[in-house]
């Protein structure tokens, strides 16, 4: 391998090889190094653009002799390479920074600790269903850089994680959306809620009065965060309350009504496809989004009525001899869990478990109290679940598998009871990932 690069990517997963391709499209001389194994995939796409690559390793002298780094979101900036790059004044972005200087749609940016996916998703299919010309990236979906090479939207919908948006610089999204703000990755901001915060708030970057702002005035980190901000675009915000000074709100907790620019979408809860509190914040934020793009009302709610939601999120298994399975393995966080146990209404059996991330059980504990019967542990290491519930719930057993899980909670279960998978943890003690987890729970509820 010889010359000189303009960009090195570090990281050759889908959001490192769709730079690569956009830049070499662009006629930048691009290198690729991942420190771990490149999947085949992968390789094969560099090989067939022409693009050189490393694997389970870096070269740092060639990294550092770059004009810019695109890295990945999950290499983080701490490790060495970064520091060293940033001492030599060498800019380290994202790829969503990357890809957004080569077009010229419209953006519509979605993040928040819980529920982004799920609202990205929802979004992007009302949008689909409206005729509009809209592709889905970011945390979800193919790279954004990806289709910015190959394709030609007119609008993007991107699920973006604090860690992107720690990259972003330039990029304006022009409808930016924040639907909560909870404790989460904080190993990533030196065990520093305030600078999560931060993170998340750079959704309003680069915004100007033409843009929009939508966000959970429920929620009090965000509002504590606004009276100390300043944000030039509109600001909509949404609850559960029957405030009609918001974009979105409730009248009697049962009509979601959504108002923008005194047009009124008015829709009954129990026509929702999405379930649960949570739920109704994610269709409050796709469906002001919709508003104004101005979609029509009627595709709105034929959108909201029909959506499937996504696998490992409160998703529907199967109803074992009346015993229903729910797969919420994507919920590795406190708040997650705790919207998934608040909506539910039978009595539940609880798998919970895996690598902890500094929880704090204790905004659970009333929940559980109402409406878990028993607790099954799916980690390596409980003690701080047994700590936390065994005087809550006193029926907690220890299992160390899917199958070994799925097994207990089937024969504490009783006709009329749901067994809810709702980690809070992350998942790599035992699997390879949350879907893994999921995946392997499903095959063992169709085993029963």
């Known amino acids: 391998m ?5 960009i090195a990517i570090l990281g050759a997963g889908e959001s490192g090889t769709g730079a690569a391709v956009l830049a070499k499209q662009k006629g930048l001389r691009v290198w690729v190094s991942d420190k771990g194994i490149i999947s085949d ?3 094969n796409v560099l090989n067939l653009h022409g ?3 490393e694997e389970q390793k870096h070269t740092t002298e060639r990294i550092m002799s770059v004009g810019e780094i695109i890295k990945s979101p999950g290499i983080p900036d701490t490790v060495e390479l970064v520091q060293r790059a940033r001492q030599k004044e060498i800019p380290v ?3 969503i920074e990357f890809a957004a200087r080569y077009t010229n749609a419209t953006k519509i940016g979605i993040t928040g600790s819980n529920g982004k996916t799920t609202t990205a998703m929802l979004t992007y299919h009302i949008m689909k269903k409206a005729g509009l010309n809209v592709g889905l990236a970011g945390n979800v979906g193919q790279s954004f850089a990806w289709q910015v090479a190959e394709e030609d939207f007119d609008y993007y919908v991107l699920e973006i994680s604090s860690f992107q948006l720690d990259g972003m610089f330039d990029f304006k999204a022009e409808i930016a959306v924040l639907l909560n703000i909870t404790p989460d990755h904080l190993d990533r901001y030196d065990q520093q809620f305030e600078k999560y915060v931060d993170s998340k708030f750079r959704i309003t970057r680069n915004q100007s009065s033409v843009d929009y702002f939508i966000y959970l005035q429920d929620d009090e980190v965000i509002r504590k965060n606004l009276e100390r901000s300043v944000i030039s675009s509109r600001q909509i915000p949404f609850t559960v309350s029957a405030d009609d000074r918001c974009g979105a709100y409730l009248i009697n907790e049962n009509t979601l009504v959504i108002n923008i620019n005194g047009e009124i ?10 379930t649960g509190r949570q739920n109704i914040y994610n269709t409050m934020a796709s469906g002001i989004t919709s508003r104004l793009l101005d979609i029509r009302k009627e595709v709105i709610k034929q959108s909201l009525t029909e959506f499937e939601n996504i696998e490992h999120r409160l998703e529907h ?6 015993i229903e399975f729910i797969n919420d393995s994507k919920a590795t966080n406190i708040n997650s869990t705790w919207y998934a146990l608040e909506s539910m209404n039978k009595p539940i059996v609880w798998i919970v478990g895996g690598i902890d991330k500094g929880n704090d059980y204790d905004s659970l504990k009333e929940l559980v109290r109402q409406k878990v019967k028993a ?3 799916l ?3 409980n003690q701080r679940i047994l700590e936390a519930f065994s005087s809550v719930v006193p029926n907690i057993i220890e299992t160390s598998g899917a199958a070994d899980a799925v097994k207990s909670a089937y024969y504490l279960g009783q006709d009329g009871d749901v067994v809810l998978l709702s980690p809070a943890c992350a998942s790599f003690d035992l699997f390879d990932d949350f879907e893994d987890r999921g995946n392997q729970f499903k095959k063992e509820v169709f085993d029963l």
């Open 317 to 322: 298994v199967a109803v074992v001899r009346g």
């Open 51 to 53: 693009i050189p690559w």
């Open 379 to 381: 980690g390596k290491d």
């Open 375 to 377: 607790i099954i542990c």
């Open 2 to 6: 010889s010359g000189s690069f303009d």
């Open 93 to 95: 972005i994202s790829e």
């Open 265 to 274: 979408l008015e829709m009954d809860i129990k026509d929702l496809a999405l």
């Open 41 to 43: 995939k992968y390789k």
